[in-house]
T-cell receptor, first 117, second 114 residues
Framework: AQSVTQLGSHVSVSEGALVLLRCNYSSSVPPYLFWYVQYPNQGLQLLLKYTTGATLVKGINGFEAEFKKSETSFHLTKPSAHMSDAAEYFCAVSDDDRGSTLGRLYFGRGTQLTVWP | DTAVSQTPKYLVTQMGNDKSIKCEQN?????MYWYKQDSKKFLKIMFS???????INETVPNRFSPKSPDKAHLNLHINSLELGDSAVYFC?????????????FGDGTRLSIL
């Protein structure tokens, strides 16, 4: 089965600073990878996804992530944090049995991002 | 227009009761899901339906029974509620069951068992 590790359950940055949220995965086959954001009392929204092709993926709200197979990582970055970025961020990997096509997602435990003025 | 809508948003009830949560999506998607998010924000899939057919049934007590009357609706019925059932339950949908399909989430149903 797949698994996802998000290093750091809480990350705090100042407004305008670089945001780096770490995600490592385990997979026996090339994975599909996702980042979702959850604002308070809301559901998850897709930020970006990696399926195939270019390893640097751009998402919404200025976020991007790079798939590094050698490091089994998919870290999320944003050059300059904004107050509105404060939320919970989840990394997810899809089902590893390519024949199953079940669309099962395995989530990390989330990273709470706080942005200080 | 709300893409994935769940009702109710909050549900407070006593142990032993039976309750249902409804979910509807207007995206024309074929696949729908139920997730449970615990108090530590950990998200785990419970069930998935594709075109009204059950395709994922994780290790969930059989007190939980999903029902999909059509591909736009996926309801969750819970019998004999227990304290450990307190959580936020999210419904989601995707275009189809492919692994590369992003999932669209509802705003969640916050279930509290007294």
């Amino acid at each position: 089965a797949q698994s996802v590790t998000q290093l750091g359950s809480h990350v705090s940055v100042s407004e305008g600073a670089l945001v780096l949220l770490r995600c490592n995965y385990s997979s026996s086959v090339p994975p599909y990878l996702f980042w979702y954001v959850q604002y308070p009392n809301q559901g998850l929204q897709l930020l970006l996804k990696y399926t195939t092709g270019a390893t640097l993926v751009k998402g919404i709200n200025g976020f991007e992530a790079e798939f590094k197979k050698s490091e089994t990582s998919f870290h999320l970055t944003k050059p300059s944090a904004h107050m509105s970025d404060a939320a919970e961020y989840f990394c997810a990997v899809s089902d590893d049995d390519r024949g199953s096509t079940l669309g099962r997602l395995y989530f990390g435990r989330g990273t709470q991002l706080t942005v200080w003025p | 227009d709300t893409a994935v809508s769940q009702t109710p948003k909050y549900l407070v009830t006593q142990m032993g009761n039976d309750k249902s949560i409804k979910c509807e999506q207007n995206l024309g998607h074929d696949t729908m899901y139920w997730y449970k998010q615990d108090s530590k924000k950990f998200l785990k899939i419970m069930f998935s339906y594709n075109n009204k057919e059950l395709i994922i049934n994780e290790t969930v007590p059989n007190r939980f029974s999903p029902k999909s009357p059509d591909k736009a609706h996926l309801n969750l019925h819970i019998n004999s509620l227990e304290l450990g059932d307190s959580a936020v339950y999210f419904c989601a949908s995707s275009q189809d069951r492919g692994e590369n399909q992003p999932q669209h989430f509802g705003d969640g149903t916050r279930l509290s068992i007294l």
